[in-house]
């Protein structure tokens, strides 16, 4: 397993990875482009792969404009191994380098992925979008609870 910066020309795979998921599918996914993709990962933010056999199996992207996690997805095929984990620590360690502001992200309640970030230490922060729940990392908490 390699976790790296993700490049333009994962964009393909990664795609294929995000229309993998059960939870929080696209409901069309032509929502999300190629062109979205390349503008977060040289524009916005910074985006990270891990690969296993010369394949994309999960990404996550980062928005250090917005101070969102735009993206955090791992092929079912490939979950329950840590990937996800992986990806969302050097995410932030990442982006808590550039900037002190708080990140910020929404999930869809009652999921996996609402369990995931309350237990990495994310704070509910109230509602967005269409009922989803919008959490919160400040650098303080990130760095406290990633103390060694």
């Known amino acids: 397993m390699i976790v790296r910066q993700a490049k333009l020309n994962d964009i393909p ?24 993709y390349e503008n977060y990962l040289l524009k916005r933010g910074r985006g990270w792969a891990c690969e296993i056999e010369n394949r994309i199996v999960a990404f996550a992207i980062v928005d250090i404009v917005d101070k969102n996690v735009w993206a955090l997805f791992v092929d079912p095929a490939f979950e329950a191994r840590g990937i996800g984990k992986k990806l969302h620590d050097s995410m932030l360690d990442w982006y808590f380098n550039q900037t002190n502001d708080t990140l910020w992200l929404g999930t869809a309640p009652n999921t996996r992925a609402e369990k995931f970030y309350r237990t990495k230490g994310w704070r509910e922060a109230g509602v967005h979008g269409k009922g989803e729940i919008k959490f919160e990392m400040s650098k303080k908490i990130w760095k406290e609870l990633n103390k060694k």
């Open 13 to 36: 795979q990664m795609q294929i990875v995000r229309n993998s998921v059960k939870e929080n599918a696209l409901s069309n996914p032509g929502l999300v482009t190629y062109e979205d």
